[in-house]
């Protein structure tokens, strides 16, 4: 059992008044640490960090940054559960089958294998497919197949989502893809960061990656599972940009593009080129050039010096949610460079 919290509840947890001073600390963009101080659940959440200028203030983390820090966990539990799910299915499978009982999680080898069980899972679907791709390297072949594959089903009626990175907007096989479908029953949203990949029907069978080389995967029919993976879905989809709206803005009157903004908050955080490329589902090589322009824009000397530069200018605090009507001047453009 979860011991409690000194502030009167469980550390997994985040009290009113906790969400009440960050909000505070949002709109004013500083706290003082002395506020702070009978509320121990903002720090164990990293919700709060110290100002580099004055230590005697709290800056808060950007909503995003610290819901992708609080998901983390979460996705990192649900992953070992279903690891531990699956050492017990290979030991008790042949006993399930051998009483007829359905068996919730299976092991599928073989990329052949694991897209003749997605195809016959889409083809019994009635009502939605979630699905979430991350990177921005799918091929116009892979798509043209993902194509074939959907068409049918969202003939039948089932509504379609899809959850790609924000790198995936300048795939013109993503463009054409999305404009061969129904804007009615398909619907297309980006995030800057996105878990592993993910497929639900239905809510009833998931399939997740079982290796980092997508020749093994897990068809789960555990409906606690499935639950919880949709509940996931639902999280990162309710934070997501439409496909037809602009990508998140950076500062107003910040000389970056949104893209160089994410970058400067992986950059902030501590990521390397490798780790932010493979967050934001670009190429090192373009992402290395991303922080020249910025290196460029802020008249850094050294990624020392941007480092500084950046917690300075206040870029890798940015915004990071859709942006707001009001902001947008002119018709969205989802191929539009970042």
Same mark, same amino acid.
């Given at each position: 059992m979860t011991a409690p919290h000194k502030h009167g509840h469980s550390? !997994?947890?985040l009290? !009113? /008044? /906790?969400?009440?001073?960050? %909000?505070?600390?949002? %709109?004013?963009g500083r706290i003082a640490r002395s506020a702070a101080e009978g509320m121990p659940c903002l720090a164990e959440h990293a919700l709060l960090t110290a100002d580099p200028? !004055? $230590?005697a203030w709290l800056r808060p983390v950007p909503p995003t940054a610290a819901l992708a820090h609080l998901l983390h966990p979460l996705a990192r539990q649900v992953l070992d559960q279903v690891r531990a799910v699956d050492l017990l299915a290979k030991s008790l499978v042949p006993?399930? *089958?051998? *009483?007829?009982e359905p068996v919730l999680l299976v092991t599928l080898h073989g990329r052949s294998a694991i897209q003749a069980s997605i195809n016959g899972s889409a083809h019994e679907a009635r009502d939605e497919i979630l699905t979430i791709q991350p990177g921005s390297?799918?091929?116009?072949?892979?798509?043209? =197949?993902?194509? *074939?594959?959907?068409l049918p089903t969202v003939a039948r009626g089932?509504?379609?989502?899809?959850?790609?990175?924000?790198?995936?907007?300048? $795939?013109t096989g993503l463009k054409e893809y999305v404009a061969q479908l129904p804007s009615g029953l398909l619907e297309v949203r980006t995030v800057e960061r996105?878990?592993?990949?993910?497929?639900?029907?239905?809510?009833?069978?998931?399939?997740?990656p079982a290796d980092p080389g997508g020749s093994t995967a897990l068809e789960i029919r555990h409906p606690a599972l499935v639950r919880y993976l949709a509940a996931i879905y639902e999280t990162l989809w309710a934070g997501a940009t439409p496909f037809t709206q602009h990508l998140p803005a950076a500062l107003p009157g910040a000389p970056v593009t949104a893209v160089q903004q994410s970058i400067a908050r992986l950059l902030a955080d501590g990521c390397t080129d490798q780790s932010a490329a493979e967050k934001l589902g670009i190429s090192v090589r373009t992402c290395r050039a991303? =922080?020249?322009? #910025?290196?460029?824009?802020?008249?850094?000397?050294?990624?020392?010096? #941007?480092?500084?530069?950046?917690?300075? *200018?206040?870029?890798?605090e940015g915004p990071a949610g859709p942006v707001p009507p009001e902001n947008a001047k002119r018709p969205a453009t989802p191929g539009e460079p970042g």
């Open positions: 550390p !997994d947890e009290c !009113d /008044a /906790a969400v009440d001073l960050y %909000a505070q600390a949002l %709109a004013q200028r !004055d $230590s006993l399930v *089958s051998a *009483s007829r390297t799918r091929t116009p072949e892979q798509l043209q =197949i993902a194509l *074939s594959g959907t089932v509504r379609v989502r899809h959850i790609y990175q924000h790198s995936a907007r300048y $795939s996105a878990v592993d990949r993910l497929i639900v029907f239905d809510r009833t069978v998931a399939y997740l991303h =922080i020249a322009k #910025l290196m460029h824009t802020l008249n850094a000397t050294s990624r020392t010096h #941007l480092g500084a530069l950046l917690v300075q *200018s206040g870029l890798a």
